[in-house]
């Protein structure tokens, strides 16, 4: 099982990005993915979960402003992010919570 997270890049305060996760190999459909981030300096947190029925799962800070989602027949899980602040910049993660796998990770940065 592999993960190809993408979709990260620079964006202004106040903007929007969309990130994705491809999920090669195994079942995607029976697995909760969840999102982290690690920031500079800092360790890695968890930001959000899909589990396999769709139900959703938020840190208290980023209800409201992000938004994952799957599409169970492109075996790949996203994170809408929206209303940015520079506190978002971090490399996101994906992971795979069946298969307990990483993706390699992408960098988003947010501009004040």
């Known amino acids: 099982v592999q993960l190809q997270a993408s979709g990260g890049g620079l964006v202004q305060t106040g903007g929007s990005l969309t990130l994705s996760c491809v999920v090669s190999g195994g079942d995607f459909s029976i697995s909760a993915m969840s999102w982290y981030r690690q920031a500079p300096g800092k360790q890695r947190e968890w930001v959000a979960q899909?589990?396999?029925?769709?139900?959703?799962f938020y840190t208290d800070s980023e209800k409201g402003r992000f938004t994952i989602s799957r599409d169970n027949a492109k075996n790949t899980v996203y994170l809408r992010m929206s209303s940015l602040k520079p506190e978002d910049t971090a490399v996101y993660y994906c992971?795979?919570?069946?298969?307990?796998?990483w993706g390699q990770g992408t960098l988003v940065t947010v501009s004040s």
């Open positions: 992971k795979s919570l069946l298969y307990d796998i």
């Open positions: 899909i589990t396999s029925d769709r139900s959703t």
